[in-house]
């Protein structure tokens, strides 16, 4: 929404009407008076309270897309198949894609991130051991060298919304 002032001249004058221009100024604060403060910012999931800014940086290149998993705290759930609350996409922007998300509550959760760079709508892998072959992060940025990260190492407490973190993405 953009907003245009136009500074008139009081007639005979030469000096500018400050009259109108605080007359704009005023319906301008009360046009964002009108909208709630507590309006949540268009952010990707099931709609809730509840909501969390991801800035995923280190990426390599803006193809495809940006999929962020979102896992409720049960380890026991944790990067199995079928064991996410949801999954949501956004466009990629590199060097850095920045978007909001919706938690079901506050609470504890881990977040998955990877680079869907050819829009395959999965983690592409390779060789026997199914090493990525494509972008990923977790919350907490956790060592993934030599192995995937704990559950434990990645949980991040969301006690209130409008909550930031970084995620760091790792490419092989």
Not at 46 to 75: E, F, K, M
Not at 78 to 88: A, D, H, W
Not at 102 to 121: C, L, M
Request: glycine content about 6%; overall charge positive; charged content about 15%.
């Amino acid at each position: 929404m953009a907003f245009t002032f136009r500074i008139n001249r009081q007639a005979g004058t030469g000096l500018p009407d400050f009259r109108k221009f605080a007359r704009s100024v005023a319906a301008l604060v009360m046009l964002l008076l009108a909208v709630p403060a507590h309006a949540a910012p268009p952010c990707l999931g099931p709609h809730s309270d509840t909501w969390i800014y991801l800035s995923v940086d280190q990426v390599r290149n803006g193809a495809g897309q940006i999929a962020a998993t979102i896992y409720a705290d049960d380890p026991d759930r944790f990067l199995i198949k079928n064991g996410s609350l949801y999954v949501v996409r956004t466009p990629t922007v590199a060097p850095m894609t920045r978007f909001c998300v919706f938690v079901p509550k506050t609470g504890v959760y881990a977040i998955a991130i990877y680079h869907d760079e050819d829009n395959s709508g999965t983690i592409n892998r390779s060789g026997v051991l199914g090493v990525p072959t494509e972008g990923f992060g977790f919350t907490n940025n956790p060592p993934t060298l030599m192995s995937l990260p704990t559950f434990r190492s990645v949980r991040i407490a969301i006690p209130r919304t409008n909550l930031a973190t970084t995620i760091h993405l790792t490419y092989p």
